[in-house]
């Protein structure tokens, strides 16, 4: 692995950007089990196409309160398993969620 891969332009890693992400916008203190790899799409945003890829991660909740969240997050809820399996809206959530599912069986 060369010395920039699987960091950000800042030289922060995937793992310690989503760590910190998942504490800013949830408010929760995790760790990461295991990497669920990434999925791209394309969206829309005042009239310009935007191409994007989310990397995503397996992470065990081990403290935080999400009362203290910022506000880029208007709710926060616990699915078990198979029904956020369900309720996954788009191919790529339902991939990645099927993908956990798998390493926690």
Known sequence: MGPREGRDRTG???EDAAVREVREETGL???IEADLGDTKYIYVWEDV????RV??????HV???V???DDEMEEIR??????ALKRAAYR????VLARAAELLR
């Open 63 to 65: 403290g935080g309160d």
């Open 55 to 60: 990397h995503f991660f397996l992470m065990r």
């Open 49 to 52: 196409r935007i191409r994007k």
């Open 12 to 14: 922060e890693s995937r």
């Open 78 to 83: 616990w699915f078990p398993l198979e029904r």
């Open 92 to 95: 790529g959530e339902r991939e």
């Open 29 to 31: 203190d995790a760790t």
């Open 67 to 69: 009362d203290d969240r």
